[in-house]
């Protein structure tokens, strides 16, 4: 049936919190955005006079859509050339959600996106819902059909499962581009050991290529590993340059709130790294070089300011 432009209206206001809903459960904004298409279709097939909170409609919606998204997303990885990664998004970005809090800012970051993969589909969802958007349990149950005390149970078994016993450090922008700034600094230096001092003992690096851009499979972990593969990474070589299509201009930036270093050719984003900072120094490198997964932040990129590169690569 045809929906009123105030029913229409209702809708579009709570499209950014859909949005970002769906883009942490599923750590796709291609997928986030058709979902939240799919949740609109089905809006404009009910009889919304009917509904009675529409916003508790949208949600249960959407999130029973990502569900089902889920489900069949496994299948999917299981076949997935090398290592699966979300995609990561930039600072700003309006479907990174809230981040008021410290536990909101912490469920959206790269590491965290990442290990959600070890959830169940309904372990993500109470997950997200209760800690990224303060649903109470209440509401939660009705979402996913569940009881009270399911959801807390859930939702405390989640916890357990991303627990990695790792305190993360939060980063403000001029921070970020201090650290990023660093790391290349040692990561450019042609030795390794200014770059094995940033590290963790167990430091892991690992990348998503999908198939479309060289990435390891496997990742490197210990920071004689990591130092290794960074100083290699880093080193000038005409064949990297021809791959990628230029010489990449490196930036500091911050993504899921993480500091991370972003590489761009020609205005076109080809590589994202989110670095996991704790208090011991840096435990991860995550990096997304999937070109699928880059749309949104070159369109990003394309509409934010950002000063002189801090390095050109290759």
């Given at each position: 049936?045809?929906?009123?432009?105030?029913?229409?209206?209702?809708?579009?206001?709570?499209?950014?919190?859909?949005?970002?809903?769906?883009?942490?459960?599923?750590?796709?904004?291609?997928?986030?955005?058709?979902?939240?298409?799919?949740?609109?279709?089905?809006?404009?097939?009910?009889?919304?006079?009917?509904?009675?909170?529409?916003?508790?409609?949208?949600?249960?919606?959407?999130?029973?859509?990502?569900?089902?998204?889920?489900?069949?997303?496994?299948?999917?990885?299981?076949?997935?050339?090398?290592?699966?990664?979300?995609?990561?998004?930039?600072?700003?970005?309006?479907?990174?959600?809230?981040?008021?809090?410290?536990?909101?800012?912490?469920?959206?970051?790269?590491?965290?996106?990442?290990?959600?993969?070890?959830?169940?589909p309904g372990e993500r969802a109470v997950y997200v819902l209760r800690t990224a958007f303060d649903y109470p349990h209440r509401e939660i149950a009705?979402?996913?059909?569940?009881?009270?005390?399911?959801?807390?149970?859930?939702?405390?078994?989640?916890?357990?499962?991303?627990?990695?016993?790792?305190?993360?450090?939060?980063?403000?922008?001029?921070?970020?581009?201090?650290?990023?700034?660093?790391?290349?600094?040692?990561?450019?230096?042609?030795?390794?050991?200014?770059?094995?001092?940033?590290?963790?003992?167990?430091?892991?690096?690992?990348?998503?290529?999908?198939?479309?851009?060289?990435?390891?499979?496997?990742?490197?972990?210990?920071?004689?590993?990591?130092?290794?593969?960074?100083?290699?990474?880093?080193?000038?070589?005409?064949?990297?340059?021809?791959?990628?299509?230029?010489?990449?201009?490196?930036?500091?930036?911050?993504?899921?709130?993480?500091?991370?270093?972003?590489?761009?050719?020609?205005?076109?984003?080809?590589?994202?790294?989110?670095?996991?900072?704790?208090?011991?120094?840096?435990?991860?490198?995550?990096?997304?070089?999937?070109?699928?997964?880059?749309?949104?932040?070159?369109?990003?990129?394309?509409?934010?300011?950002?000063?002189?590169?801090?390095?050109?690569?290759?």
């Open positions: 049936m045809a929906l009123s432009a105030g029913d229409v209206d209702r809708f579009e206001a709570a499209r950014p919190r859909l949005a970002a809903i769906a883009y942490r459960l599923l750590g796709s904004s291609i997928e986030a955005e058709d979902a939240v298409q799919e949740t609109f279709l089905r809006w404009q097939a009910a009889d919304v006079d009917r509904v009675e909170v529409p916003e508790a409609w949208l949600t249960k919606v959407l999130t029973n859509l990502c569900l089902n998204q889920l489900a069949s997303a496994r299948a999917r990885r299981e076949t997935y050339v090398g290592q699966w990664l979300p995609e990561p998004l930039l600072a700003g970005d309006p479907m990174l959600g809230p981040a008021d809090t410290a536990e909101q800012r912490e469920s959206l970051s790269f590491a965290i996106l990442t290990l959600m993969e070890r959830l169940s009705e979402i996913l059909d569940t009881t009270e005390a399911a959801s807390q149970q859930t939702f405390h078994r989640a916890k357990k499962h991303l627990a990695n016993g790792r305190a993360r450090v939060e980063i403000d922008e001029a921070a970020a581009r201090r650290i990023v700034k660093e790391f290349l600094t040692a990561a450019t230096s042609g030795r390794t050991e200014p770059l094995v001092r940033l590290l963790t003992e167990d430091v892991i690096s690992i990348g998503d290529g999908g198939g479309k851009v060289p990435a390891r499979a496997k990742a490197f972990e210990g920071a004689q590993a990591v130092a290794r593969f960074m100083w290699g990474l880093f080193r000038p070589a005409e064949a990297k340059r021809a791959r990628v299509g230029g010489a990449p201009e490196v930036h500091a930036a911050i993504a899921n709130g993480d500091p991370a270093f972003v590489a761009v050719v020609d205005g076109r984003v080809i590589g994202v790294a989110c670095l996991e900072i704790t208090a011991d120094g840096i435990a991860a490198f995550r990096s997304q070089v999937n070109p699928d997964k880059l749309g949104r932040a070159t369109e990003r990129w394309a509409a934010t300011e950002h000063g002189e590169p801090l390095l050109i690569a290759f």
